[in-house]
C-alpha cells in the first residue's frame, strides 16, 4: 500500500491479523523501509500464530502435531510463558485454552499487543522516536503527536458506534480494549464457560502493549469486578463501560489513577 504523507512523517493503513493496523509516523526522514520491515514482522507473526491458519505453529501445536518443547520456535516458547504468566497474575482468568470456542489454544489476547510492540522496536531501531501504531484498538504510542501535544486516543463507546465514551492522552505508552461488540462473544469466563455479564469492554493503560492487551482479556472476563483487579496492577489502570441488566445505559467507570490519563483531565 502507497504511504501517505502528512505534514511530516509517514501514515500507512494494512490488513493483518484479520484487522486493520495502522502506522502513523511524525518524524521527519524516517524511510518507507521501516514500515515494510514492520508490517513484514506482523505478517510473520500471524502465520506463526493464527489460529485460522491450519499451517500455522500454533494450530499444529493444538492438533497435537507439536509434542516436544524442544520443537517450539524461540517466539512461540516467549508468547507460551508470558501467557502462563498473566494466567497466574489474573487467577485464571486469562487461559488461552478456554479463550477459544471448540478446544485448542488461542494466544490471540497476548499475541497482536506483544506483536504490535515488537512492531514498534522495527521503527525505533529506524530512528523513529514519535510514532503511533493501532491494530484493532490496541494501540502503542511513543513520543507526542506534534511538539508538545501528547497523542490523544478515543474509546469508542460499546453501545454507540460512532461516538466515543471518553478520550485519553498518552506519551511512551499503550492502550488495549477488550470487549465484545465487535467480535461477538469472544471472551468468556474460563471458570463458568459463559460470556461476562454487566461490563462491555474494558480498557486498560500502561507501559507495555503485550500485558495491557492480556490484562484486559483478564479483566473483561471477570465481569464488574476486573477493574477492582486492574487497581491492583503496579503501572496500570483502567476503565470500563458498564451496563444495566436490561443492556441499556452504558456507563463509564475507571480505577484511581486513570484521571491523569483522561484528555480533559476530570
Known amino acids: 500500500m502507497t504511504d501517505t504523507v ?6 500507512r493503513v494494512e490488513q493483518i491479523m484479520g484487522t486493520a493496523i495502522g502506522f502513523d509516523v511524525r518524524d521527519p526522514d524516517i524511510p518507507g523501509e521501516a514500515l515494510d520491515r514492520a508490517f513484514d514482522y506482523l505478517r510473520q507473526v500471524d502465520l506463526r500464530f493464527s489460529t485460522y491458519k491450519p499451517e500455522s505453529e500454533v494450530s499444529r501445536l493444538s492438533r497435537g502435531e507439536i509434542v516436544s518443547e524442544d520443537e517450539y520456535s524461540p517466539e512461540l516458547r516467549q508468547v507460551l510463558e508470558l501467557c502462563e504468566e498473566v494466567r497466574q497474575t489474573s487467577d485464571g482468568y486469562f487461559d488461552i485454552r478456554a479463550h477459544r470456542s471448540g478446544g485448542g489454544l488461542d494466544p490471540s489476547g497476548l499475541v497482536k ?29 511513543r513520543g507526542e503527536a506534534a511538539p508538545a501535544t501528547p497523542w490523544r486516543i478515543g474509546i469508542r463507546h460499546p453501545l454507540q458506534a460512532d461516538k466515543v465514551a471518553t478520550v485519553v492522552s498518552v506519551r511512551d505508552g499503550a492502550i488495549a480494549t477488550s470487549g465484545a461488540y465487535e ?62 441488566p436490561d443492556g441499556s445505559n452504558g456507563r463509564l467507570t475507571w480505577t484511581p489513577g486513570f484521571e491523569r490519563c483522561f484528555a480533559d483531565h476530570r
Open 113 to 141: 499487543g506483544w506483536s504490535l510492540e515488537g512492531a514498534g522496536r522495527i521503527l525505533e531501531a529506524a530512528g523513529a522516536r514519535n510514532f503511533c501504531i493501532n491494530g484493532g484498538g490496541d494501540i502503542v504510542v
Open 183 to 244: 467480535r461477538g462473544e469472544h471472551v468468556r469466563d474460563p471458570f463458568t464457560g459463559k460470556a461476562p455479564a454487566g461490563v462491555l469492554s474494558v480498557t486498560i493503560v500502561g507501559p507495555s502493549l503485550t500485558y495491557a492487551d492480556a490484562y484486559a482479556t483478564a479483566a473483561f472476563a471477570m465481569g464488574p469486578t476486573g477493574l477492582a483487579w486492574v487497581a491492583r496492577l503496579a503501572g496500570y489502570a483502567g476503565c470500563a463501560i458498564t451496563v444495566d
Open 6 to 11: 502528512p505534514l511530516f512523517g509517514l501514515r
